[in-house]
């Protein structure tokens, strides 16, 4: 959800003070990295998990209010629109047989919401995009009762001074082609977020490894290819998300200006360049200032919280997206990985989770890192292909040119995945469980957006108009998920 603010606007005189704040909060920062004791002797790993609501009709059901009352669970909690609500996993290390006990506590924490859910006529679905979703479906009341969501909608619709406009095209010329007056379609875009607990001077070789492995990721893992009805890309998500969330008018567009939805323009060399970088180019979007006095805090020895500069890194949308956090009064950064969809099954997302984890423990500790042998442009071109094409996308990687994604997770990333488990110290029937179902992806070339694409132009086939049809894939996509069989043995 993102942390909770006090008003929904801001005046001039609060939006200067706000912008003075940061820039204190990321001197101090920078203090902080050369002379502070950051936790990072146990690496830790945690999981979101942001979820659909649903009818009996497969409909969106705009009732998280009513939902959450219901499962009274405090790991639950609101998103941005009245059919979403977000699952936070509490972090836990990665040796042994964790992923297993995680894996079974997802499950159990998830059936029991459902069944909660479902005494208020509402189904939970992990999806990356709702395939039922339709504009009719934000006329009325869509946003959930909350400051930071009424906040965030009314700051950038100032900002942009126009309506967003979503325009994508499939690749069969399918096409959405909309314009909006809220920021309603970003809420279509539900997720997985990856946290992995770092040390300062390791940060950027995860961070530059994480940046490296999002084409791959996305292409194992796409699940999200209908938006309004339309067959769209493969991970339709992250352009929808980019667009739907964007600050800037054409003319700004034109000039070059970057988007909030930011995949960066290089690699880094210290977290301290991310952060510089939000507070140079990103004006902001939420202006609450807190009381602390991070200089005081920092020369009494103790970790000061910097509110102003985590609620402004929150307004800037990375895919991979540096965290500074205070936990038990000990500083600690993360690197938040953003790229996945949430779903199909919690098979699928803890596999997801197990090969992130695993290369990016190879690919950070390499003596030649790839990003020493990839240019960050062939980088990006990676991850918008694999957004687009998904299991059929061609991408570049050094040593290999360019390579079916599919073929270059079987021959180099998969075992680069047991390796990287096997140093975290992740025990056997872990790495066959879950790395299993990833080559089973590559083998049958089947993922998320496979499956849906497919069984909707089965419907089609067979007569079925689009909504229909949708509806119908979504209704079977519900019952295998409870399967928790991986989404490439349907």
Not at 267 to 279: A, G, H, P, Y
Not at 323 to 345: F, M, Q, S
Not at 419 to 440: A, D, F, N, P
Not at 444 to 472: C, F, I, M, S, Y
């Given at each position: 959800?993102?942390?909770?603010?006090?008003?929904?606007?801001?005046?001039?005189?609060?939006?200067?003070?706000?912008?003075?704040?940061?820039?204190?909060?990321?001197?101090?920062?920078?203090?902080?990295?050369?002379?502070?004791?950051?936790?990072?002797?146990?690496?830790?790993?945690?999981?979101?998990?942001?979820?659909?609501?649903?009818?009996?009709?497969?409909?969106?059901?705009?009732?998280?209010?009513?939902?959450?009352?219901?499962?009274?669970?405090?790991?639950?909690?609101?998103?941005?629109?009245?059919?979403?609500?977000?699952?936070?996993?509490?972090?836990?290390?990665?040796?042994?047989?964790?992923?297993?006990?995680?894996?079974?506590?997802?499950?159990?924490?998830?059936?029991?919401?459902?069944?909660?859910?479902?005494?208020?006529?509402?189904?939970?679905?992990?999806?990356?995009?709702?395939?039922?979703?339709?504009?009719?479906?934000?006329?009325?009341?869509?946003?959930?009762?909350?400051?930071?969501?009424?906040?965030?909608?009314?700051?950038?619709?100032?900002?942009?001074?126009?309506?967003?406009?979503?325009?994508?095209?499939?690749?069969?010329?399918?096409?959405?082609?909309?314009?909006?007056?809220?920021?309603a379609p970003e809420s279509a875009c539900t997720s997985m977020q990856l946290h992995l607990q770092v040390s300062p001077h390791t940060f950027a070789d995860h961070w530059n490894a994480a940046q490296a492995l999002t084409g791959p990721q996305l292409a194992l893992a796409a699940n999200s290819p209908f938006f309004f009805g339309k067959r769209l890309h493969?991970?339709?998500?992250?352009?929808?998300?980019?667009?739907?969330?964007?600050?800037?008018?054409?003319?700004?567009?034109?000039?070059?200006?970057?988007?909030?939805?930011?995949?960066?323009?290089?690699?880094?060399?210290?977290?301290?360049?991310?952060?510089?970088?939000?507070?140079?180019?990103?004006?902001?979007?939420?202006?609450?200032?807190?009381?602390?006095?991070?200089?005081?805090?920092?020369?009494?020895?103790?970790?000061?919280?910097?509110?102003?500069?985590?609620?402004?890194?929150?307004?800037?949308?990375?895919?991979?997206?540096?965290?500074?956090?205070?936990?038990?009064?000990?500083?600690?950064?993360?690197?938040?990985?953003?790229?996945?969809?949430?779903?199909?099954?919690?098979?699928?997302?803890?596999?997801?989770?197990?090969?992130?984890?695993?290369?990016?423990?190879?690919?950070?500790?390499?003596?030649?890192?790839?990003?020493?042998?990839?240019?960050?442009?062939?980088?990006?071109?990676?991850?918008?292909?694999?957004?687009?094409?998904?299991?059929?996308?061609?991408?570049?990687?050094?040593?290999?040119?360019?390579?079916?994604?599919?073929?270059?997770?079987?021959?180099?990333?998969?075992?680069?995945?047991?390796?990287?488990?096997?140093?975290?110290?992740?025990?056997?029937?872990?790495?066959?469980?879950?790395?299993?179902?990833?080559?089973?992806?590559?083998?049958?070339?089947?993922?998320?957006?496979?499956?849906?694409?497919?069984?909707?132009?089965?419907?089609?086939?067979?007569?079925?108009?689009?909504?229909?049809?949708?509806?119908?894939?979504?209704?079977?996509?519900?019952?295998?998920?409870?399967?928790?069989?991986?989404?490439?043995?349907?």
């Amino acid at each position: 959800m993102g942390v909770e603010v006090e008003s929904k606007s801001y005046s001039r005189e609060e939006r200067q003070r706000y912008r003075e704040k940061v820039r204190q909060n990321l001197d101090v920062f920078e203090r902080m990295l050369a002379s502070s004791q950051f936790e990072f002797e146990r690496p830790m790993t945690g999981m979101e998990l942001e979820l659909n609501l649903v009818d009996d009709n497969y409909q969106p059901r705009f009732a998280n209010a009513e939902v959450l009352a219901a499962i009274a669970d405090a790991d639950f909690q609101t998103e941005l629109a009245q059919y979403n609500i977000e699952m936070n996993v509490r972090p836990r290390p990665l040796p042994g047989d964790a992923a297993l006990e995680l894996e079974e506590d997802l499950r159990a924490s998830l059936n029991a919401a459902e069944a909660k859910a479902r005494e208020t006529g509402a189904r939970i679905v992990p999806i990356g995009i709702l395939p039922t979703i339709m504009p009719e479906h934000f006329a009325g009341e869509w946003i959930t009762e909350n400051n930071r969501y009424a906040a965030l909608n009314d700051s950038i619709f100032f900002a942009r001074g126009e309506d967003i406009f979503i325009e994508i095209e499939g690749p069969t010329g399918e096409r959405v082609a909309a314009y909006s007056d809220t920021i309603a379609p970003e809420s279509a875009c539900t997720s997985m977020q990856l946290h992995l607990q770092v040390s300062p001077h390791t940060f950027a070789d995860h961070w530059n490894a994480a940046q490296a492995l999002t084409g791959p990721q996305l292409a194992l893992a796409a699940n999200s290819p209908f938006f309004f009805g339309k067959r769209l890309h493969a991970e339709t998500r992250i352009e929808l998300f980019k667009q739907a969330t964007d600050t800037r008018p054409i003319e700004l567009k034109n000039q070059g200006v970057r988007p909030r939805v930011f995949f960066g323009e290089r690699w880094i060399t210290s977290i301290f360049d991310l952060f510089e970088e939000n507070v140079r180019y990103f004006p902001a979007l939420l202006a609450e200032c807190a009381d602390e006095d991070p200089v005081a805090l920092l020369e009494r020895g103790e970790a000061p919280s910097l509110p102003e500069l985590r609620l402004h890194n929150g307004t800037v949308y990375r895919w991979n997206r540096p965290i500074y956090d205070v936990v038990g009064g000990r500083p600690h950064l993360r690197v938040e990985n953003r790229v996945l969809p949430a779903g199909p099954t919690m098979i699928d997302v803890l596999a997801n989770a197990a090969f992130y984890y695993g290369v990016i423990r190879v690919l950070a500790t390499e003596d030649r890192p790839i990003w020493t042998k990839m240019s960050f442009a062939a980088c990006e071109e990676n991850f918008h292909r694999c957004a687009r094409d998904g299991i059929d996308a061609r991408i570049y990687w050094p040593g290999f040119g360019e390579v079916g994604a599919d073929e270059l997770v079987l021959r180099h990333l998969l075992p680069l995945a047991h390796q990287g488990l096997q140093e975290w110290g992740v025990s056997e029937k872990v790495r066959t469980r879950y790395l299993t179902v990833i080559e089973g992806r590559c083998t049958t070339r089947l993922n998320g957006a496979v499956w849906q694409t497919e069984k909707v132009a089965q419907h089609e086939a067979a007569g079925a108009d689009r909504p229909t049809a949708l509806r119908l894939m979504l209704a079977e996509y519900v019952e295998r998920m409870h399967t928790n069989e991986p989404v490439h043995t349907w």
